[in-house]
């Protein structure tokens, strides 16, 4: 008995922490809709919510037509969790594995191609790095390692 109750509690606050992670999230959203970068996290909430798993470029031309040299570590920051959870969770509503990271020599996936122009390792832009992507799709590699 002793041990459900104790189960109980961690599950209750696991669930209280998932909350508060959640919330604060929102909180950061929020903050970061309404400061001097929103006219670029406006369009892009727009466009996180009506994507889809269908080939297209257009999150990715998206991100690339914007000047991410003159947005702060924290705007960046709240852009890139908001990428995150949207493609994690589409993948997962169509019976994909949430994450499915490309490695290196493997054709990037959206969101690392993504990550690498809003963040980019030692000044070097994604093409840099890991080439064009060509035409992507949300779904990232699942499909691309099955052709090989």
Request: no cysteine; aromatic share 4%.
């Amino acid at each position: 008995m002793r041990r459900n109750s104790e189960r109980g509690k961690k599950l209750a606050d696991d669930a209280r922490l998932l909350r508060a992670w959640r919330n604060w999230h929102a909180e950061e959203l929020a903050e970061a809709l309404a400061g001097p970068h929103r006219h670029v996290l406006e369009p892009l909430m727009q466009l996180l919510k009506n994507l889809d798993l269908h080939p297209s470029n257009a999150l990715v031309d998206f991100i690339r037509a914007r000047d991410w040299s003159a947005i702060d570590a924290q705007t960046k920051l709240v852009v890139l969790h908001e990428i995150n959870t949207t493609i994690t969770t589409l993948r997962t509503r169509n019976g994909m594995a949430p994450i499915d990271d490309a490695l290196w020599g493997e054709r990037a996936n959206v969101f690392q191609t993504i990550r690498l122009i809003i963040i980019p390792i030692n000044g070097k832009l994604a093409e840099g790095i890991l080439g064009a992507a060509g035409k992507s799709n949300i779904g990232g590699s699942d499909e691309q390692r099955t052709e090989k």
